[in-house]
């Protein structure tokens, strides 16, 4: 451990030596087991929060109520307490926390088998749940009674969903059959909260496993906008690694309703609905035909490479466009910016004599579309002439 996570190594010791127990635990764990470099590495101790702030000359209280102190070295790393919760009467947040006395009790809490696991300085794995067994069977699996982990934090149920879907791993009979059954409890989850799970299904390896999941169990039904009818779109899905165009393709299976209410009701920031919006009207582009030169100058590499997956995904538009050859279309244009146009409306301002005013955007636009249509030449004495012709004489 001391190579791999030397800052985690330090705490640790440091706590041992004072005669605590400590360990790495969750999802590094879980990486570590899988031979996967993790670098969110989160500790437990039996030390009291108080206990681990006096041992360490920079900490931050993070979470202290819970028993979560964020111990400061060259990287920052939370500390929690050994803890066991008491009841959660809104499915979100336990009710009470309690400090422990084993890690069992700690773990035992936790949400998935694979994330129950510990791993002591020493590379030394602890593992009472049966986590590295679940992991070589590739089997999402809830710690103890799947029921009671989810009545305690509904949102485990579309974690559970989200890791089958990054993991390419199964759901667990038992805990799938208890999604199932408890699926309008997700409504007492944020919605803040849940597109955050959504983004992590889009932009994993195996969104379709996640998506179809999501609508099988019955937790899709509690959500706006149609989400069963194209499912089975969602296998031909690529999110390109944006957030973003997951919204984008769930907006255009829905064309036919209002995408700024479908958007702002799961809290979409205004840049992913200006995303949403460039990719819906690339596609209604290409319905059109192929891209001319100015929509090829308009619109970004992103959102050209979504349209076109989603236009032959959803729609059925036949086209060439891969993303290789959409950058290699953007590079053949005249100009890759409107920085890159010669003049600018100082220029213009100048050559009119005329102040500032409306005019000046409507003739640069103007001058750039001529310039992609190769009407033009982005030289700075034909635009001169050509805008003496148009503008003045």
Known sequence: ?????????????????????????????????????????????????????????????????????????????????????????????PDEVKFVHTLKEDLKRRDFTINSMALTKEDKLID??????????????????????????ALRMLRAIRFSAQLNFTLDSSTQAAIKELHPLISHISIERVKVELEKIWVSNYPSKGMELFVSTGLSRHFVGNWVDSISKWRDFNSFGMKANGWAFFILMNKDSNHTELLSAFKCSNSEKKHVKEVLRAVESLNNGSW?????????DEVLIAAASYGRVLFNIEHSYTPELLREEKKKLAISSKRDVVVSGNDLMEWKQEKRGPWIKEALDKLTIMILNEELKNDRAQIKEWFFREYIN
């Open 1 to 93: 451990m001391e190579n791999r996570w030397p800052d985690a190594y330090k705490v640790i010791s440091v706590l041992e030596n004072a005669g605590f127990e400590a360990y790495v635990v969750g999802g590094a764990v879980r990486d570590f087991v899988r031979g996967v470099q993790a670098n969110d590495v989160d500790i437990t101790t039996n030390a009291l929060p108080q206990q681990v702030k006096e041992l360490f000359e920079h900490t931050i209280d993070v979470g202290i109520e819970h028993g979560t102190v964020l111990v400061v070295l060259s990287e920052p790393i939370e500390v929690t307490t050994f803890r066991s919760e008491t009841t959660y009467s809104d499915h979100r947040r």
């Open 128 to 153: 009472f749940f049966g986590g590295s067994s679940d992991l070589e069977k590739g089997t999402i699996k809830a710690v103890g009674n799947p029921k009671e982990r989810f009545s305690e934090d």
């Open 292 to 300: 001319d030169s100015v929509e090829l100058f308009q619109f970004s």
